[in-house]
């Protein structure tokens, strides 16, 4: 059964930046695009960032220019790099992973906390 563990999360002041890893483990499978989503309270859950095996990335407009997603594919781990980071962007974070049949393999969630 595959796992994935997310570390990262955490307070922190406007302005500020996190780092947040996803790293999956469990049964052999290949990993065909992998992303991050995030929701808050009263708000439907947001695809935040993607990237694709490739190495292709898309961003929600709300986060292009501040949050940089990067993959280690080869140790099944993946990543979001959050700069200048605003009250707005506070929510539980999500990554995922889909296999090659496209099953889609959740975190368990982190949550981020933007404020003074």
């Known amino acids: 059964q595959v796992q994935l563990v997310e570390s990262g999360g955490g307070l922190v002041q406007p302005g500020g930046s996190l780092r947040l890893s996803c790293a999956a483990s469990?049964?052999?499978?290949?990993?065909?695009?992998m992303g991050w989503y995030r929701q808050a309270p009263g708000k439907q859950r947001e695809l935040v960032a993607g990237?694709?095996?490739?190495?292709?990335?898309t961003y929600v407009d709300s986060v292009k220019g501040r949050f940089t997603i990067s993959s280690d594919t080869a140790n099944n781990t993946w990543y979001l790099q959050m700069n200048r980071l605003k009250p707005e962007d506070t929510a539980v974070y999500y990554c995922i992973g889909y296999n090659d049949h496209g099953y889609g393999y959740w975190g368990q969630g982190t949550q981020v906390t933007v404020s003074s």
């Open positions: 469990g049964s052999i499978f290949s990993i065909n695009a």
């Open positions: 990237i694709t095996s490739r190495g292709d990335t």
